[in-house]
C-alpha cells in the first residue's frame, strides 16, 4: 500500500505519472495521466505500455526498456528527454519526461515510473517542442 500521503501526492501531482512493472502492465496511473492521455485510469491500469507508445517506436521501445529493466541502469535517469507518445485516439504529440527505475530493497529492478507532461505550447500560432531530442533511442 502506498499509504494514505503516498496515494494524495500521486492523485494530486500536476504531471502524469505512469509505473509500469518489469512485464511492463500499468500499475499506477494518475489523474494528470487521464488528462494528458486520455485513458480512464480503468483503461489503463493493468494494460500494458504499448497503450501509450506510438506503433512506429515499440521496437527501439522495447528493446531500451527490456535492456534497462534487466541491466538495472538507466543512462536518463533523472534527466527530461523529449519523445512521442499516442493518445486514446491515437494522436501523437510529444511530451516531455523523466524517467528512473524503481529497485526493491536488495537493488533489483522491479519496475520504471515516468513522469511526463506535454511538451508543445498549444497556445502560441508556432507551436513547436519546447525541447530538443538530445537522445537517438526512445525509453517510455
Known amino acids: 500500500s502506498d499509504g494514505p500521503l503516498g ?32 485513458y480512464s485510469m480503468a483503461e489503463a491500469l493493468s494494460s500494458g505500455l504499448d497503450l ?13 526498456f527490456k535492456a534497462t529493466i534487466d541491466s538495472g541502469r538507466n543512462k536518463l535517469q533523472g534527466h527530461p528527454t523529449l519523445t512521442r507518445a499516442a493518445r486514446k485516439g491515437g494522436q501523437k504529440f510529444y511530451i516531455e519526461m523523466t524517467y528512473t527505475l524503481v529497485k526493491d530493497p536488495g537493488g533489483v529492478a522491479i519496475g520504471s515510473v515516468v513522469m511526463a507532461r506535454d511538451a508543445i505550447d498549444e497556445s502560441k500560432s508556432n507551436a513547436r517542442p519546447v525541447a530538443l531530442v538530445r537522445t537517438a533511442h526512445v525509453i517510455l
Open 52 to 64: 501509450i507508445i506510438p506503433e512506429h517506436l515499440r521496437v527501439a521501445h522495447w528493446a531500451s
Open 7 to 38: 496515494k494524495l501526492i500521486i492523485e494530486q501531482v500536476s504531471d502524469a505519472l505512469i509505473y509500469a512493472d518489469r512485464s511492463a502492465r500499468i500499475v499506477r496511473w494518475n489523474s494528470a495521466a487521464c488528462q494528458l492521455l486520455g
